[in-house]
C-alpha cells in the first residue's frame, strides 16, 4: 500500500519583532493584558518589500534542503494562505517561479488557520493515488499587511511566517496516518476580510472605512466554537484510528490562543510535556503556525522516528481539522 510521509520541514520568520511593550505605545492595551488572554509576548512583522511568496520561499528552501532535494524534483507546490501576493495570480506560482521549480503544477490553498491541514489532506490523497510523487506544501501569511492597527482586539493577535513540509511516499510505518476535515459556513461573518473581493471591491470608500483590514465581530464566540471543534476533532481522529490520548507523543495545535491550546490538551488528558507551542514568541501565524511550529519540533529534537503527533487546527470559514502522524 503506498502512503504520504512528511520527509522533510522548514520554516521562516520575519527579523523584525514587535513586543506588547511596543504595542502599549500604539494602542490603548498592556502586556500583562495580551498575556494573559492570549500567551502571545511578541509576534513577527515582515518588511515593507516583503511579501508571502518571499516568506514561504525562505521556508521552502530550508525544507529541500534537509531533504536535499532540488527545486526540479518537485511535482506539485501548494500554498495555504489567506494574505496572497496578489488576488491573481496564486501566491503557489510566484513561489514556483522564485524557486525555478519548472516541473510542478501549482495553486493555493484558501482555508485560513486551517489551511495547512487542508493542504496536508490534499497532498496524502494525491500521493496515495500515485497522481504526484513528491509535493511542496507551505503555510504562508504576512497578516501585518492586513491588520487594523487601532483595533486592540486584533492586532495583538497576528504575526508573519512560513512553514513548509515536503511530502513524499512511503510503505513504512512513518507516514499520514489519516486526516480529518471540517467546516461551517454558516458563521463566516465571525472572523473575515470583507473588503477586496466581489462583494466589497476596492474603493476609497472600502479603505476608508477599513473594510480591507481583519475583522472578528466577536471574539468569545470565537473562542469557545474554536475551543469545542478542536477538542472535537482531535478526539475523533484518534477514535477513527482506535488510538488513545495517551498514544499521542506530541499535540501541535494551531497556536491562536495558549487558553485554547491549553483546553484541547486539557480535553485529552495530555501532560505539559506533549504540548508544543510557540505562540509567545510568534503570535498566530494563522495557516503558518503548525508548519513552523511542526519544524522548530523537529529541530530541536522535540520529535522522534515513531512519535504519534496529532495536529489540529480552527480557522475562518469556519473551518476547522486535524491529522494524525506517526513520524
Known amino acids: 500500500m503506498r502512503y504520504s510521509r512528511i520527509a522533510a520541514t522548514g520554516s521562516y520568520v ?47 528552501r530550508e525544507a529541500m534542503e ?36 519548472r516541473r510542478a503544477a501549482a495553486f ?21 493515488t500515485g497522481t504526484y510523487h513528491t509535493i511542496l506544501l507551505v503555510g504562508s501569511e504576512a497578516l501585518s499587511k492586513i491588520v487594523d492597527w487601532t483595533d486592540r482586539n486584533t492586532c495583538v493577535l497576528f504575526g508573519d511566517g512560513a512553514g513548509a513540509v515536503i511530502i513524499a511516499p512511503t510503505e513504512g510505518e512513518s507516514r499520514i496516518i489519516s486526516t480529518h476535515l471540517y467546516s461551517n459556513g454558516s458563521y463566516w461573518d465571525l472572523l473575515m476580510q470583507p473588503g477586496g473581493g466581489s462583494r466589497y471591491p476596492i474603493s476609497p470608500e472600502i ?65 505539559e510535556k506533549n504540548v508544543f507551542s510557540n505562540i509567545a514568541k510568534c503570535g498566530n501565524t494563522s495557516a503558518a503556525s503548525i508548519p513552523i511550529a511542526l519544524d ?13 503527533l496529532l495536529l489540529a487546527a480552527f480557522g475562518a470559514g469556519l473551518t476547522w481539522g486535524s491529522a494524525v502522524i506517526r513520524w
Open 296 to 308: 522548530e519540533a523537529v529541530r530541536s529534537g522535540r520529535v522522534k522516528e515513531g512519535d504519534l
Open 66 to 101: 534537509a531533504m536535499g532535494i532540488a527545486p526540479e524534483d518537485l511535482d506539485l507546490i501548494m500554498v495555504a494562505t489567506i494574505t496572497p501576493t496578489m488576488p491573481l495570480p496564486s501566491t503557489a506560482c510566484f513561489l514556483q517561479d522564485k524557486l525555478q521549480a
Open 14 to 60: 520575519p527579523e523584525r519583532v514587535l513586543t506588547n511593550f511596543d504595542l502599549e505605545k500604539m494602542i490603548d492595551t498592556s502586556d500583562e493584558w495580551i498575556l494573559t488572554r492570549t500567551g502571545i509576548s511578541e509576534r513577527r512583522l515582515s518588511r515593507d518589500d516583503e511579501d508571502t511568496s518571499d516568506l514561504a520561499e525562505r521556508a521552502s
Open 207 to 271: 479603505i476608508e472605512k477599513n473594510l480591507h483590514k481583519i475583522k472578528m465581530m466577536s471574539g468569545n464566540e470565537v473562542f469557545k466554537i474554536a475551543t469545542r471543534a478542536m477538542e472535537d476533532a482531535a478526539i475523533s481522529a484518534l477514535k477513527h484510528n482506535g488510538l488513545e490520548p495517551s498514544d499521542v507523543d506530541l499535540l501541535i495545535a494551531h497556536q491562536a490562543n495558549h487558553r485554547i491550546i491549553r483546553a484541547v490538551a486539557q480535553r485529552l488528558r495530555l501532560p
Open 108 to 128: 493555493d490553498i484558501a482555508a485560513a488557520c486551517s489551511g495547512f491541514i487542508y493542504g496536508l489532506s490534499i497532498a496524502d490523497s494525491f500521493i496515495r
